[in-house]
């Protein structure tokens, strides 16, 4: 037996998400997405991230030209009913609400009407397809930029197709990076996982965010708290959660 068997590896002390404050990435409301699907399941994943640290969410709901046709008002009326239900529970969070926007062939329209759900200092969440780039993404987060909207790009760390170079070029365009918490425990794939920790070590992580859809994220989520990767975000002082 080696001489060094004896000894064991010293375990990283737990760190929930209080030190956020602030989860910007769900999907809470009942029945308008991938996400929770009735009021039950909504007020089980609220209470389960307050539990996990957080006290402030801004949950997201997709908006897709050609599935998930969400409008502000539908996702304003959602959010309003499960604000409601936390009320007489007497559950003491702060509930917001923004959207998660798909960039599709619709999006230049979206612009045009400017007509999106925005957090904090007109903070503006947008996705990518996980195949390829957008055509003219370029264009679009210019027009954005000059609606006066402050870009922040979905779990970047999950388009494989991007490299470190790829994501300096965003950033230096003034789109901010918001990683999923899930992508440093391995949840989405090795790959992912990789493409997360170089994003860290990098210093491009504006905003994290949940992501949370169901009760597995949640339990997914628990294993953040002993991981060297979240341990070096939560201290982070480039982090914005912190400050909304």
């Known amino acids: 037996m080696s001489w ?46 307050q539990e996990l640290g957080f006290s402030k969410i801004i949950t997201t709901p997709h908006t897709m030209s050609d599935f998930y046709k969400n409008t502000p008002e539908i996702i304003i ?83 494989l197709y991007y490299g470190l170079q790829d994501y300096e070029r965003l950033t230096n365009k003034g789109v901010l990076l918001q990683l999923n918490l899930l992508s440093i425990t391995g949840y989405y794939s090795p790959e992912v996982k990789k493409q997360a920790e170089k994003l860290i070590n990098a210093d491009l992580v504006s905003f994290v965010g949940t992501d949370c859809h169901n009760m597995r994220h949640i339990e997914n989520l628990k294993l953040c708290f002993t991981n060297p990767l979240w341990h070096k975000l939560s201290v982070s002082e480039k982090l914005l959660n912190k400050i909304l």
Not at 7 to 18: A, G, P, R, T
Request: net charge negative.
């Open 77 to 159: 009326s959602g959010r309003a009913d499960v604000q409601n239900a936390l009320d007489k529970l007497n559950i003491d969070l702060e509930f917001g609400a923004a959207s998660e926007y798909y960039v599709d062939f619709d999006f230049q329209k979206k612009i045009e009407k400017k007509k999106f759900l925005t957090f904090g200092s007109k903070y503006l969440l947008i996705e990518f397809p996980f195949i390829d780039e957008p055509i003219n993404i370029d264009e679009t987060i210019f027009n954005l930029q000059l609606a006066g909207y402050n870009v922040v790009l979905a779990h970047p760390e999950r388009y």
């Open 4 to 49: 060094f068997s004896g000894f064991k590896k010293k375990e990283l002390e737990s760190i929930d998400f209080s030190v956020l404050k602030t989860d910007i990435h769900s999907h809470l409301i009942p029945g308008i997405d991938d996400g929770a699907q009735n009021l039950e399941e909504s007020l089980d994943l609220v209470c389960a991230l």
